[in-house]
């Protein structure tokens, strides 16, 4: 029987990229993967869809609503269908794109549940074990399921029943204004439905920089989408046509009733480790469920590591992705790092949402001092040729050494942006050298230059 230097469990963005780099390393690799694709949440039912989704929406309500404003006349109408199997063939062809990989990489690929039975052995669907030096797990998460609210994925949906309705509801109710809740909630508003968000929290964005999260929801709101914020929702009677749901106010209050036709429930993810085998072999989690891993990702079973949404910090695809390729370097001696608080987090409305680094509130809770360097996309001569100008950048540097500490963006393409405030970061930049920096005109990144040189007080163009 083969014995491999590595198995995986679980084919997500944690799992196949560090099995690609395993493969690179030299190691034998087996994946195990029970969806029957790869790439997992992310390709299958998380990032990509709903990123075809947010874009095709996009092209669509524009050319509804601005085209005509620029001189293009046009007759639009939807057809969901097509709109849907696009994104369906889209995920598709990046899956396949993943078994490709493997192929060239010589990772081999198990179809089926995986289930921990040693510290060096793996059980596949209770028949065929496999042997194996070292064991990753990345089985990432599921969704938080709301008390009184039972998900059907039809009447009440998950974020993946969200990504297939049709026809568009007439009034879509999202509850939880977190980045998926935002997300999912632009598309199906911009498809023509009315869209309620119910939040608990009296913000919207979850832990993001309060100034960007109140200018966020007004640009929403300019968009049509409605909150109700500092609600909680205790129950959904789904039993006529459509659902109606009870809530309250979250500090105490007289309930209310609120009727849809469709009710999304995005409330957040939680660590996926059910029928893992944990307990037999002894893997420790810590106080939320998530597994137990140490700086270089192994859990307190020496040979059994875990990565991505299993573990502590943001549940993104890129963070799983850095954790995977960090992991194994280490299995082999290499001294590889990721530093979770320079993983970026987007939100890919229009406007986009993005931030690196420490909010506001993050440092005045700390006691840093800290200076604030702004600039709007209004004065940004390439959003205004695009006509693209809501928004603005903002920077937060070290009030002594200049040290950027955080950058916050709410505009066109953020998501892009971000990242140039990202390198300054991990090379301990400061404000200034974005601000010396050469940027390109007409470009919207010279907006986080100005942003930089606003620092100390001197942006030109406003
Ligand atoms: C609607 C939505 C939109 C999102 N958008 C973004 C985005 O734009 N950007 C971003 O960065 N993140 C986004 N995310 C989050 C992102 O999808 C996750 O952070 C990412 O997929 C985590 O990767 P992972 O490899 O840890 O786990 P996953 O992608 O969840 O993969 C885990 C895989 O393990 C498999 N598995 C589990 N248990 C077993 C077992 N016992 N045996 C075999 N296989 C098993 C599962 O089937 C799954 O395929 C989104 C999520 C959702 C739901």
């Excluded at 989704?53 to 969901?80: E, M, R, W, Y």
């Excluded at 937060?396 to 892009?416: E, Y």
Aim: glycine residues 12%; contains cysteine.
């Amino acid at each position: 029987m083969t014995e491999y230097d590595l198995v995986i469990i679980g084919g997500g963005p944690g799992g196949y990229v560090a099995a690609i780099r395993a493969a690179q390393l030299g190691m034998n690799v087996a994946c195990v993967e029970m969806r029957g694709s790869l790439g997992g949440t992310c390709l299958n039912v998380g990032c990509i869809p709903s990123k075809a989704l947010l874009s095709t929406s996009h092209k669509f309500h524009d050319a509804q609503n601005h085209f005509a404003d620029i001189g293009i006349k046009a007759s639009v109408s939807l057809d969901l269908k097509t709109m849907l199997d696009k994104k369906d063939k889209i995920v598709v062809d990046l899956t396949k794109g993943i078994e490709f990989l493997f192929k060239k990489n010589k990772i081999t690929y198990v179809k089926g549940r995986g289930e921990i039975t040693s510290a060096s052995e793996v059980l596949v669907d209770g028949k065929e074990t496999i042997k194996t030096k070292r064991i990753l797990i990345a089985t990432g998460s599921d969704i938080v399921r709301l008390p009184g609210v039972e998900i059907d994925e039809k009447k009440i949906v998950s974020s993946t029943g969200a990504l297939n309705l049709n026809p568009v509801p007439e009034h879509l109710v999202v509850v939880g204004g977190g980045v998926i809740g935002l997300e999912l909630g632009s598309v199906w508003k911009r498809l023509g439905a009315k869209v309620t968000v119910v939040e608990y929290m009296d913000k919207i964005g979850g832990p993001m920089d309060a100034e960007l999260a109140k200018n966020f929801q007004r640009v929403l709101e300019k968009q049509g989408i409605v909150f109700k914020l500092g609600m909680k929702v205790t129950a959904a009677d789904a039993k006529g046509k459509g659902v109606s749901l009870n809530m309250e106010p979250a500090k105490g209050g007289a309930a209310e009733r609120l009727d849809a036709d469709v009710v999304l429930v995005s409330i957040g993810r939680k660590p996926y480790t059910e029928n893992l085998g944990l307990d037999k072999v002894g893997v420790k989690l810590d106080e939320r469920g998530r597994i137990a891993v140490d700086s270089h990702f192994e859990t307190n079973v020496k040979g059994i590591y875990a990565i991505g949404d299993v573990i502590a910090g943001p549940m993104l695809a890129h963070k799983a992705e850095e954790d995977g390729v960090v992991c194994v370097e280490n299995m082999l001696g290499q001294k590889s790092h990721i530093d979770y608080n320079l993983v970026p987090g987007v939100i890919y409305t229009w406007p986009e949402v993005a931030n690196v680094g420490k909010t506001e509130e993050e440092l005045k809770a700390a006691g840093v001092d800290y200076k604030v360097g702004k600039f709007p996309f209004l004065a940004n001569s390439r959003g205004k040729a695009v006509g693209e100008t809501e928004g603005f950048v903002k920077l937060l540097a070290d009030a002594k050494t200049d040290r950027l500490l955080g950058c916050h963006i709410i505009g066109p393409d953020a998501g892009t942006l971000i990242h140039e405030a990202c390198l300054v970061m991990e090379f301990g930049g400061s404000s200034e050298d974005l601000a010396r920096t050469c940027h390109a005109h007409p470009t919207l990144s010279e907006a986080l230059k100005e942003a930089g040189l606003a620092v100390q007080g001197r942006a030109i163009h406003v």
